[in-house]
C-alpha cells in the first residue's frame, strides 16, 4: 500500500485548524521537546542524519543548506517560502488550508535549529483562505505562548512574521522572494552572495519550503532512522505528490520517494475508460515529459534525473490521447513568458519569442523553419539566465517537439501559390 | 573583496596576474582583449543582467558570465572560443528580436555598444519574423532627458546609478517580462543634479540629452578635453564641437581621482552661452548715459589713461576684483601686474565666500571616499559642488560614513543616505561614530563659526581633513596666484591693501578712483557693492555689475583659452580651449586684455614660460598655517541685521520676522546659466522655505504663494530694496532652523541674492489650489 499518512495524517477526519485538536493529536510536543531538552544542534544534527531534501523543487538536502550559514553572526532569518505557484502543484495549499499549525511548528522547529529568532512565511498572495486560516491559527498559537518571547522557559525568543505575496510566480524563487519580502521589486539577485551569507535584510538566511518544515515534525518525533529507512539510497522518506491531468482522482497524495510512476497513477484512479497514456510531466511545469516507457521508473530524484528531468516540486500532471501538445506547449511557455521578471535578457526576450511562434502554430501560422527553430532558441536561452525560470521554458516544449513533432508539422500554413 | 594575493588567470591563452577576487571583466581589460557588456560598470559592479558577457572557463560545463566570476589562480577562459562565441551570438540576437533597427535616426548611431556588438559578435539576420513588442517612444523624462522605450536593453544601469550612486531612486523599472519598461517613481519629472550621466551610461540610444538629440553624428564632432570650470571640483570633461558650437560635453569614465567618472548636470548642460546674442562681442564705452561700441585700442587707452592718472594721486585709490573665475596664470598676470604699479588692493572675494584655501589638513576628494564621518557646514555641497557631493553621497551609500550637518537650512539629503541634522557644533560632535578614524569637515567658506569651534571640539585620536566648496572654480588658484589683500603669490604676506568690502565701501565714499573686475558680478551677490569713479568689468555678457560700469571688456569664456585651474582639493587641472569652437572676432581672454593692458601702462610681464613655472611653484606651496576660518581673511560678507531700532521697519500682516539665509542652487543662475536657453526650464523657481513648525505657525503650506516685506536690515541693504520679493513658492522643509527663511539667491528678477542677513516678514498669502498642494505632497 504506498499511500502513507504523515503530514496528511488527520487531513479531512478533523478539524486540525482548532490547535486544541491538533495539540490532543500530539502537536507542538516535538517543539516543546526541542526547547527544553534539545540544543539547536542536536535538531540540525537529526535532521542531516535523516537524508530530508529541500521539498520545494531544488531538492537540496535540508541539513546541508543550514550548515552554509556562517557561524556566530547575528541575527539570522528564516524564510518559509510558501509562495507555491509551480503549475500542477497544490500541496503546500492544502497544508496552509488544512493542518497550518503544523506549518507553524515546522517554521519555529526550523528557526530554532538554525538560532534565528525572526522567521518569516511568505504566503502566496492568492491564498486568501489559507492565509486567513492561517492568521487564525498563528493567533492561536501565539495565545498559547508558542511564539514570543522566552518560549518554553528557554530564554530563547522567537517572532513570526507573516507577508503575504502580489501575484508573482517568480517571488517563489528565493532571492526574489527576499527582494520582495524587503519590499522591493520580485527580481531574483545574483548569486554569489546567496542567501546563507547575505540574505533578509543583507543577513544570513535560510529559505525552506513549507513541506520541508513540516516534515521536522514527524522526523524529530519517530527519529531520523525512522525517515531515512524510507526511499531511494539519495532520496529519503515521503513526499505529497499532486497528481493532476487526465487522471480520475487528481489530488495530493503521500507516498514514500520511490514508488514507481504507475503505482502512482494508478493511486489517482488511473486514466479514463479507453484514454492511451501519451506524456507525463512529473514535476511541475518546469520540467521535462516522461513518456509510457518510463512507467515502471521510481519516483525519486536521481531516476528523473538520469530520465532527463527532474522531479521538482512533486507534481505530475498526466496526459492521454486527447492531448493538444501545441497547445499545451504553448500554454507553458505563454505561461513563463509572463511570468519572467524581465531583468535578464534570455527569458525576457527568448520567452516572449517563443510564445509568438507557438501562437502563430495554434492559428495554423507555423512556417517549417520555425520548428527546429522553437528548438533551437528554446535550447540557447536555457543555462545563461539568472535565475531558473528562464531555464525552465525548454524541458516541456523541448520534450514534446522531440516526441510529437507530427502534431507541429500539422500547423504548419500551407504554402500559398501566387497566381 | 579583492585582497592583494595576487593570482594568476589565463585568458585567450594570455596569462594575466591580478589580484585575488578581480571580476574577469576587469582582468581581461589588462591584456587589451574586450568582453561586451551592458549592465556591468565598473563604478557599480555585477548586475548580472545583459548575459552578453559569456565566456568559457574550463571545468565548468556551462559557459559563465565574466561580469560576475572573480578569478581564481589557475583559471583558463577562452572568450573566442565557438562555443563562447555561439552563446554571445544567442544573446545578440535576442536583443535585436525586438529593438526598432532605427539606428538611421539614432542619436546613439556611430558609438552604440548593440550596434558596435552586433557587427563584432553578432550573426547578421534575425530568426524572427514576428511583430516587435512596440513600446512608447520620445518619453519626456524631465527637463534634460528623453528616453525611447523600444532601443532599451533593460540593463538597468540608468536605475542603478540612481539607486547606488545619486541615491535619489528616481529612475524605476516598471511592469515585468518583456513589457518592462523605465519610468520615473511616481511619474515624477526625473531632475536630480546628475541626470545627464544616464545618457553615458546608456549603452544604447535609449535615454538621450534634450540639448543634443538630433544635433550631431559622433564623427562630426571634434573633441577636446578639458576641465569644467562651473564650480571647484574641477571634473575632467570632453567637450565636442561641431559647426563652430558646443553640442555637449562628456564625462572622462577614467577620471577617478577628481569626477569619479560623473558630472553634474550644470556642467554638461550649461555649455550653450558661447553663442547667446546676448553676448558682449565689442568694448563698450558708456558715454552721456548710453552705450558705445569702441574699439579695442580705444578702449585699452581710456582703461590706461584711469589707473595711470590715479595711481599718480594715490595707487591706494585703485582696486582689482576678481581672478576665481580666471586661470591660475590670468589670476598670477592680474595681480603682478598691479602690484607693479603700487596697487595693493586686490581680492578675488566677489561674493558671500571668504576663503578658498583650506590650508593644512586638506584632503583630495577621493580621501573622502573613506572618512568615518562628514561634516556639513554651511550651504550644501549638492548645489555648491555637486559631483564632489556624489563622493559624500558615496562614502554614505556604499561605505556607511556617517553624513552630519550643522544648522543647515538646505534640502535633506534623499532618504537612502542616512544624515543626520544637528543644531549645535556639540550636538555634532555627540553623533560622531564612535573612535572616528578619519573625519571630514565640509564648509561652504562663508560664516566660519561652526567651522572654527569644530574644528576646535573633534576628538583627538582622529585625522581630519577639511574641504571648502566655494563659488568661485578657481578661486583656490587666485588665493595662491595672490588675488587677495593681504598676500603676494604663494601665500607670502604683502603690504596689505583693501579686500573687497572695503573696496567697495571706499567706493561709496567716493575714495575710489578706479576699480577693475574681471569675471565677476558682486553687483548680483552682495548688497554692498558700490562702483569707483571709474569701474571697468571685463565679462562675457552685461551683468548687473556691467551695467553699473563705464566700460565693458568683452571676454572669452572657459571653453575658448588655456591655461590652468586649482580645484578645491588643490589640483593644477589644464584647461584647453575647444578646438573649432567660434568665439567672437573681438572677445579677448583675461590674459590677453592683461598683457595689452601691461603694454599700454609700461609694466613688463614675465614670459609664458616663467609664468608656468610661477604658477606650479606658488601652487605647490600648501598655506601650512592657514586653517578654517582663518583669521586673515576677516569676516564673513554675509551682513548681521541692523541694530538700530529706528531702521526697523514695522512687521506687516503677520508679524514674525525672519533671518535670510540665501541659498546657491546648481541652476539658481550666475551668469552664463541666465544666458543658456538649454538650460532654462532648469532654472528654479523663486521660493521661500521654512521650518514646519514656522509653516505651522505661519499658516502656510507647500505650494502656497507669498510675498515679502523687509523688517530690519543694515543700512546698505535698506538703500538697495524696496520691494524684496513676490510671488515666492513656498517649501516647508524638514530640519531647517526655526526663525529662518531660505531663498534662492541668482535668480535672474529675484532681488533675493543680496538679501543674506536681512529681517523680512511674510505678507500676502495666497493658497495654493487644492488638487497642486496634493501633487505637490503638502502636508495635509
Redesign the interface.
Known amino acids: 500500500m504506498p499511500v502513507v499518512k504523515v503530514l496528511t495524517e488527520g487531513i479531512g477526519e478533523a478539524n486540525l485548524r482548532d490547535i486544541k485538536v491538533y495539540r490532543d493529536r500530539g502537536g507542538y510536543k516535538q517543539l516543546k521537546r526541542a526547547f527544553t531538552e534539545m540544543k539547536p544542534a542536536d535538531v540540525q544534527a537529526i535532521c542531516d542524519k535523516s537524508g530530508l531534501r529541500g521539498r520545494g523543487g531544488a531538492g537540496f538536502p535540508t541539513g546541508k543548506k543550514w550548515a552554509f550559514l556562517p557561524a556566530g553572526v547575528a541575527p539570522r532569518y528564516l524564510v518559509c517560502n510558501c509562495d507555491e505557484a509551480e503549475p500542477g502543484t497544490f500541496k503546500d495549499r492544502m497544508l496552509l488550508e488544512e493542518t497550518p499549525h503544523q506549518i507553524i511548528e515546522g517554521i519555529l522547529l526550523g528557526a530554532y535549529a538554525i538560532e534565528s529568532h525572526h522567521a518569516f512565511i511568505y504566503i502566496r498572495g492568492e491564498f486568501k483562505r489559507g492565509y486567513e486560516v492561517f492568521m487564525d491559527a498563528l493567533a492561536q498559537a501565539r495565545k498559547a505562548g508558542f511564539v514570543g518571547k522566552n518560549l518554553f522557559g528557554s530564554g530563547f525568543d522567537l517572532e513570526l512574521t507573516v507577508h503575504r505575496g502580489a501575484g508573482?510566480y517568480?517571488c517563489g524563487e528565493e532571492t526574489a522572494l527576499l527582494n520582495s519580502l524587503e519590499g522591493k521589486?520580485g527580481e531574483p539577485r545574483?548569486r554569489?552572495p546567496f542567501p546563507a551569507v547575505q540574505g533578509l535584510y543583507s543577513k544570513p538566511t535560510i529559505v525552506n519550503n513549507v513541506e520541508t518544515l513540516a516534515y521536522l515534525i514527524p522526523i524529530l518525533e519517530r527519529g531520523p532512522e525512522w525517515f531515512a529507512a524510507v526511499g531511494t539510497e539519495r532520496s529519503k522518506g515521503y513526499k505529497i505528490i499532486s497528481i493532476s491531468g487526465h487522471v480520475q482522482k487528481p489530488g495530493n497524495y503521500e507516498v514514500a520517494l520511490g514508488t514507481p510512476v504507475r503505482k502512482l497513477i494508478e493511486l489517482a484512479g488511473g486514466l479514463r475508460p479507453g484514454r492511451k497514456l501519451m506524456a507525463i510531466q512529473p514535476g511541475g511545469g518546469s520540467s521535462a515529459c516522461i513518456f509510457e516507457e518510463h512507467l515502471d521508473m521510481p519516483y525519486d530524484y536521481e531516476s528523473l534525473q538520469k530520465a532527463g528531468t527532474m522531479l521538482g516540486s512533486g507534481a505530475i500532471v498526466v496526459m492521454d490521447d486527447t492531448t493538444d501538445f501545441v497547445r499545451a506547449a504553448f500554454n507553458l511557455v505563454r505561461f513563463f513568458?509572463?511570468?519572467?521578471?524581465?531583468?535578464?535578457?534570455?527569458c525576457?526576450?527568448?520567452?516572449?519569442?517563443l510564445e509568438?511562434?507557438l501562437h502563430?502554430f495554434l492559428e495554423n501560422r507555423g512556417?517549417k523553419?520555425d520548428i527546429e527553430?522553437l528548438a533551437r532558441?528554446s535550447h540557447?536561452?536555457t543555462?545563461?539566465?539568472?535565475c531558473p525560470l528562464g531555464d525552465s521554458i525548454e524541458p516541456f516544449l523541448a520534450s514534446v517537439l522531440k516526441r510529437f513533432p507530427e502534431q507541429f508539422e500539422a500547423r504548419v500554413a500551407r504554402e500559398t501559390v501566387r497566381a | 573583496m579583492i585582497d592583494q594575493q595576487l593570482v594568476t588567470v589565463t585568458i585567450d591563452g594570455t596569462p594575466v596576474r591580478v589580484p585575488k577576487g578581480t571580476w574577469l571583466v576587469e582582468a581581461a581589460k589588462q591584456i587589451k582583449r574586450e568582453i561586451p557588456v551592458y549592465c556591468y560598470h565598473r563604478k557599480m559592479g555585477p548586475a548580472g543582467l545583459c548575459r552578453i558577457c559569456l565566456v568559457e572557463i574550463e571545468g565548468m560545463p556551462k559557459l559563465q558570465i565574466a561580469c560576475n566570476t572573480a578569478v581564481t589562480d589557475g583559471m583558463v577562459v577562452h572568450t573566442q572560443s565557438d562555443k563562447a562565441a555561439d552563446g554571445r551570438r544567442a544573446v545578440l540576437e535576442l536583443y535585436l528580436v525586438n529593438h526598432p533597427l532605427d539606428c538611421p535616426i539614432c542619436d546613439k548611431g556611430g558609438e552604440c555598444d548593440l550596434q558596435d556588438y552586433a557587427m563584432a559578435y553578432g550573426q547578421g539576420y534575425s530568426r524572427s519574423v514576428d511583430p516587435k513588442v512596440s513600446k512608447p517612444k520620445a518619453v519626456d523624462l524631465g527637463p534634460t532627458i528623453v528616453l525611447d522605450e523600444e532601443r532599451c536593453v533593460v540593463c538597468q544601469r540608468c536605475v542603478r546609478f540612481d539607486d547606488m550612486i545619486v541615491g535619489e531612486r528616481e529612475l524605476v523599472l516598471k511592469d515585468r517580462g518583456v513589457r518592462n519598461i523605465i519610468a520615473t517613481a511616481n511619474g515624477e519629472p526625473y531632475r536630480h543634479n546628475f541626470t545627464g550621466n544616464v545618457t553615458e551610461l546608456c549603452p544604447v540610444g535609449a535615454l538621450t540629452s534634450k540639448t543634443y538629440r538630433f544635433k550631431s553624428r559622433p564623427w562630426d564632432l571634434r573633441r577636446t578635453t578639458t576641465t569644467c570650470t562651473q564650480c571647484p571640483v574641477g571634473c575632467q570633461m570632453h567637450v565636442d564641437v561641431r559647426v563652430g558650437v558646443v553640442q555637449r560635453t562628456m564625462s572622462l569614465e577614467d577620471d577617478d581621482a577628481i569626477s569619479d567618472g560623473w558630472l553634474c548636470d550644470r556642467g554638461r548642460y550649461n555649455v550653450g552661452f558661447y553663442d547667446d546674442p546676448a553676448r558682449v562681442t565689442q568694448p563698450m564705452y558708456k558715454r552721456d548715459g548710453g552705450w558705445v561700441q569702441i574699439g579695442w585700442d580705444d578702449a585699452l587707452d581710456i582703461w590706461a589713461a584711469a589707473i595711470r592718472e590715479a595711481c599718480a594721486v594715490n595707487p591706494a585709490s585703485v582696486g582689482v576684483v576678481g581672478g576665481g573665475r580666471l586661470t591660475n596664470e590670468e589670476a598670477f598676470l592680474l595681480q603682478h601686474l598691479f602690484r607693479a604699479k603700487g596697487v595693493a588692493n586686490l581680492d578675488w572675494r566677489a561674493g558671500s565666500q571668504r576663503q578658498a584655501s583650506p590650508g593644512r589638513n586638506g584632503g583630495t576628494l577621493v580621501d573622502l571616499e573613506s572618512c568615518d564621518a562628514i561634516v556639513l557646514i554651511g550651504e550644501s555641497p549638492a548645489e555648491r559642488a555637486p559631483v564632489m557631493d556624489l563622493r559624500v553621497r558615496k562614502a554614505a551609500l556604499q561605505k556607511g560614513a556617517k553624513v552630519i550637518r550643522i544648522a543647515s537650512a538646505e534640502r535633506p539629503y534623499p532618504a537612502p543616505i542616512p544624515s543626520t541634522d544637528v543644531a549645535t557644533v556639540a550636538e555634532a560632535i555627540k553623533k560622531l561614530p564612535k573612535d572616528p578614524k578619519r573625519i571630514a569637515i565640509v564648509w561652504d567658506g562663508c560664516d566660519a563659526d561652526f567651522a572654527t569651534s569644530l574644528l576646535e571640539k573633534l576628538p583627538a585620536g582622529a585625522q581630519v581633513l577639511t574641504y571648502i566648496t566655494g563659488e568661485q572654480a578657481n578661486a583656490r588658484g587666485a588665493e595662491a596666484m595672490g588675488m587677495l589683500p593681504f598676500s603676494e603669490p604663494g601665500y607670502g604676506k604683502a603690504e596689505s591693501g583693501l579686500d573687497a568690502a572695503q573696496m567697495f565701501a571706499a567706493a561709496r565714499d567716493g575714495k575710489l578712483a578706479v576699480l577693475s573686475i574681471f569675471g565677476a558680478n558682486p553687483a548680483m551677490y552682495r548688497a554692498d557693492f558700490a562702483r569707483a569713479s571709474f569701474t571697468a568689468v571685463s565679462d562675457l555678457f552685461m551683468t548687473e555689475t556691467a551695467q553699473l560700469a563705464d566700460l565693458v571688456l568683452p571676454a572669452k569664456g572657459p571653453f575658448e583659452k588655456t591655461g590652468t585651474t586649482t580645484n578645491m582639493a588643490g589640483d593644477v587641472l589644464p584647461v584647453n580651449a575647444a578646438h573649432s569652437l567660434e568665439t567672437p572676432a573681438d572677445a579677448l581672454s583675461d590674459l590677453e586684455m592683461v598683457v595689452a593692458l601691461a603694454e599700454k601702462l609700461g609694466v613688463e610681464l614675465p614670459v609664458a614660460e616663467e609664468v608656468d613655472a610661477a604658477v606650479l611653484r606658488h601652487l605647490a606651496k600648501a598655506p601650512e598655517d592657514f586653517t578654517l576660518g582663518d583669521a586673515r581673511f576677516g569676516t564673513s560678507v554675509i551682513l548681521s541685521p541692523s541694530k538700530d531700532p529706528e531702521r526697523r521697519r514695522k512687521a506687516h500682516v503677520e508679524g514674525i520676522a525672519f533671518n535670510v539665509v540665501v541659498q546657491t542652487r546648481v541652476f539658481g543662475g550666475g551668469g552664463t546659466s541666465a544666458h543658456d536657453a538649454r538650460i532654462a526650464e532648469l532654472c528654479p523657481l523663486p521660493e521661500a522655505a521654512f521650518s514646519p513648525e514656522d509653516a505651522a505657525e505661519l499658516g502656510v503650506n507647500t505650494g502656497d504663494y507669498i510675498d515679502l516685506v523687509l523688517d530690519s536690515v543694515s543700512d546698505v541693504v535698506q538703500a538697495h530694496h524696496d520691494n524684496v520679493g513676490h510671488d515666492l513658492l513656498v517649501e516647508v522643509r524638514n530640519g531647517m532652523p526655526r526663525g529662518t527663511i531660505a531663498l534662492i539667491g541668482g535668480l535672474p528678477d529675484s532681488p533675493a541674492s543680496n538679501l543674506a542677513g536681512a529681517r523680512v516678514s511674510v505678507t500676502n498669502i495666497r493658497r495654493a489650489p487644492e488638487d497642486a498642494a496634493e501633487a505637490i505632497g503638502a502636508p495635509a
Do not use: K
Not at chain 1, 513568458?337 to 534570455?346: D, K, L, N, V, W
Not at chain 1, 525576457?348 to 519569442?353: A, L, P, V, Y
Open positions: 508573482a517568480i521589486r545574483l554569489p513568458a509572463h511570468e519572467s521578471c524581465g531583468q535578464c535578457t534570455p525576457r526576450e527568448g520567452g516572449h519569442w509568438r511562434v502563430r512556417l523553419s527553430m532558441v540557447e536561452i543555462g545563461i539566465n539568472l
